[in-house]
C-alpha cells in the first residue's frame, strides 16, 4: 500500500522585539526608502536574549502540535534545517526534542542554508513515504542577527529572527509531499558564507577582529543567481508532481527580496497575487522564511484544503530547491483555547528534563559511591 506524507500541523514563532528600517538607519549609511525599494523591507524581529535558535525552533513546534491530536512522545523524528545553530554540537534538533518532550524521537540538524526547509522537508516525506517511520517535525529555525555585521549595510538590512515548523504525518490517502526538486552548486559557496568558526578557519583573534566570524555575501552575485533558479525549479518540480503552472493555487517562496519574487512571478508568468509576502514584516528568516510564509498564508484564508502549492528557495552553498505539496482536510477542528494550550505542555517537558537531568547525576553519584574501593 503506497503511503503520503501528509502536512498536519504547522507553527510560528518570532521575537517580539521589531527593528525598523529606520533604527538601522541609525546604525549604517542607509534610508529607508532605499531599502523598501530595493528589497521591499519594512521591518524584521531580533531576537533578545532570552530567545535562541533553539528556544524558537520549541515555540514553532509546540504550535504546530497544538493544532493536531499529535502528542510530542509520538514524533519519531525532528529535522531542524538551520544556518544560526545553537552550537556546533550538540545540535538544535536534539535541544528542541529535550524542550518540547519528544522522548522517542531521532533529532538531526540540516544545514543547507536558506533552502534546508525544502531539503529537510523532503527527507522527512521520503522517510515516512518508505513506511520506517510515520511523523515527523520539521523545523526551520534562526537568530541571524547574532551572525550579522551591523556595521555592513549590504546584509545588515535584510536579515531577521524567527521559525516555522511542519507536522508530517503518514496517511494511506493521497496528499501532502508530491514532489521535490533539490540542487547545489559548491562552485558558489564563497557569494554567501560565514568563513571564520570551522574547521577552515578556527575562530582566532584575528578572525574575530576581521569579523570574519560574521555573514559575508555578494549580494548582486546572489541576486543574479536567484533570479535565475526560482522560475526554473518550481518549472522543473510541477512537472515532476503531473501539474502545469495554472493547477498552482499559491506558491510560498523563500521571503530574501521582493525583487527576487517578483523578477520569478514574471519568468512564469504568473500574478503576483499568486505568492505569498510577508518580506515587509520579517525579512530574509533563512530556513524560517517559508513556513512563517505559509503559516500566516493560512491564517489569513489565502490557502486551504485542497490547494496544490509549490514551495520554493535559494540559498548559501550555494543551494536551491522546489517541492510540491497539496494540503488536505484537517482531521479534526482545534479551539483556539486549544492552540494556546502549547505553553503548558512546554512548561511539562522542561520538568521532566529537568528529572532526567536530577536523575542522572544521581545515578552517576551511586555508580562512583559503589565503585569505590573498600
Ligand atoms: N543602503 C543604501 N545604499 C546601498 C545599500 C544600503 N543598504 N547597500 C548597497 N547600497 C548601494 C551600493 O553601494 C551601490 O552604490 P554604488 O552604485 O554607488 O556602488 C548601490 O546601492 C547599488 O548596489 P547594489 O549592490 O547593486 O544594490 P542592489 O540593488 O543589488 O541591492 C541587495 C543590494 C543586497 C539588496 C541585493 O543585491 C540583494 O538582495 N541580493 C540578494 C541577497 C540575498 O537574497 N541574500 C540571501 C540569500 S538567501
Redesign the pocket.
Known sequence: MSRYAHLTGWGMAVPDRVLTNHEIEQM????DE??IA??GIRERRIADKSDTTASLAAKAALRALQGTDVKAREIDLIIVATSSPEHIFPSTASLVQDRIGATEAGAFDLSA??TGFIFALNMAAQAIRSGSLNRALVIGSETLSRMVNWED??TA??FGDGAGAFLLEGRDWPGGVMSCVMRSDGSGGDL?SVPAGGSFMPTSLETLQKKLHLIQ?D??E??RF?TRVMASATREVVELAGMSLEDVDLVIP?Q??K??IEAAARGLKLPLDRFALNIDRYG?T?TASIPIAFCEAFEQGRTRAGDRLVLVG???GLTWGALTLQLTEPERVVTPVERRRWWVFAVLARLRSVLRRVGRRLESWIFRARAKPE
Not at 28 to 31: E, G, K, L, S
Open positions: 549604517v549609511d542607509t534610508n532605499w531599502i530595493r528589497t542554508a536558506c549595510r549590504g538590512i535584510l554567501l555575501m549580494g548582486r546572489v541576486f536567484a523563500h530574501a527580496n525583487r527576487i530574509n533563512s535559494f540559498g548559501a
